[in-house]
């Protein structure tokens, strides 16, 4: 059940209880502290996917793999802390009943229906912007957000 | 005026005849922020552009004498950071003429949602505390050059 899972995995970073409303940080400080690294086990899933959807949807990694890294990240942690992969190039006034409906989950309705994604992980080969590779490793998304 | 939209991105293509990608190589290497030690874990402000906040929102931008370009982006959103390369150039080359932030959307909420931000990155031009012009998506270079001349000349 997704809301158990977003509760559960809120859980970790603000320690409510499952009565509780959804998590109000109380100060700007406190989202930022949220803002952790995503575990390597969602950091590997997310890639996994990406290289598989990449390849059954004909469609291509960015040509700078900085962002394709950045995305993944994302997805990985908006899978550890809400339980799906909610894309992270939106903004949701809340993210948790975002997550729960399911349109910006990865891959999202736009992408699934005309192959658009506008957070650059998928790329049609006529876009600018499309790269040559549909694989990435975990060394490779290491390496390119090592310094943020 | 509203820009296209988001999806439009691969339908800017046939107006350009150029690969554009390259402008969005880094420079250097993306530079780590400082932080205050307490504050280990930053996101993606991978730019040299100022931040600004709810709370310093109309001092810095609608308060602003000069024309003011702000980049919406969230935390773990890749584009963004294209983005914040292009800004940084901007910055620099209209030096005096023109202010460059940038907003998180995660934790300035209230911003994003006083100027309806959904998708992200989004950069919003502003001159005399009025928005004039808004991006939204990833764009090459020039697509925001152009924006801000229309800015400066209106």
Known sequence: MKALQASTSYSIGFGISRAAPPPRPSGRRHVILAQVEPSEKSVEIMRKFSEQYARKSSTYFCVDKGVTSVVIKGLAEHKDTLGAPLCPCRHYDDKAAEAQQGFWNCPCVPMRERKECHCMLFLTPDNDFAGQEQAITLEEIKETTANM | ?154
């Not at chain 2, 702000?70 to 080359?93: K, L």
């Open chain 2, 1 to 154: 005026m509203e820009r296209n939209n988001i999806h439009s991105l691969a339908g800017q293509k046939a107006r350009l005849n150029h690969r554009i990608g390259l402008s969005f190589w880094p420079k250097t290497d993306f530079r780590a922020r400082k932080a205050p030690s307490t504050l280990r874990v930053v996101c993606l402000r991978d730019t040299t552009a100022a931040a600004v906040t709810g709370k310093s929102w109309e001092k810095l931008v609608l308060n602003s004498d000069t024309p003011v370009l702000v980049g919406f982006y969230a935390s773990w959103c890749g584009p963004c950071r294209m983005v914040h390369r292009v800004i940084d150039e901007i910055a620099t080359d209209y030096a005096g003429r023109l202010k460059c932030f940038v907003l998180n959307a995660d934790s300035d909420m209230q911003v994003a949602e006083n100027y309806d931000i959904k998708a992200v990155p989004v950069v919003l031009l502003f001159k005399k505390g009025v928005k004039l012009e808004s991006v939204i998506g990833t764009m090459p270079k020039e697509f925001y050059i152009a924006a801000i001349e229309r800015v400066l000349a209106s």
